[in-house]
């Protein structure tokens, strides 16, 4: 399962069908694959999160009362970010993902990292 941002804001108006057709249309992704599609507002403040589970679609609609949502580096020209559960799980609490910095994974005494 893949978490696609979506990098333009969204018009919050939008439901279910709606959303779906952006999904189809703009970056001709599949719907139906069960991947998550989060889509946020002009002012930041929002975020809706839209999936389809077991016979029919998902929405979370949530908005952030102190501040905006920190989204991610985006590169310029791009349409979509893909994140982990971790970066999307921050993103909805409000955690900037940019600030955050992992620590470098761990490789056995005697061996090379990649």
């Given at each position: 399962?893949?978490?696609?941002?979506?990098?333009?804001?969204?018009?919050?108006r939008k439901s279910i069908d709606g959303l779906m057709a952006l999904v189809r249309t703009a970056w001709g992704e599949d719907v139906y694959s069960g991947h998550i599609?989060?889509?946020v507002s002009r002012r930041g403040d929002r975020i809706k999160v839209?999936?389809?589970?077991?016979?029919?679609?998902?929405?979370?609609?949530?908005?952030?009362?102190?501040?905006?949502?920190?989204?991610?580096?985006?590169d310029e020209g791009a349409q979509v970010v893909h994140l982990d559960a971790t970066q999307l799980a921050m993103l909805l609490d409000g955690i900037d993902v940019a600030q955050v910095?992992?620590?470098?994974?761990?490789?056995?005494p005697g061996r090379t990292g990649t």
């Open positions: 399962m893949r978490v696609v941002l979506v990098t333009e804001p969204v018009d919050m599609f989060a889509f839209l999936t389809w589970s077991r016979g029919g679609f998902v929405l979370l609609y949530k908005r952030l009362e102190p501040g905006r949502f920190r989204l991610p580096p985006v910095r992992r620590q470098p994974a761990w490789t056995p």
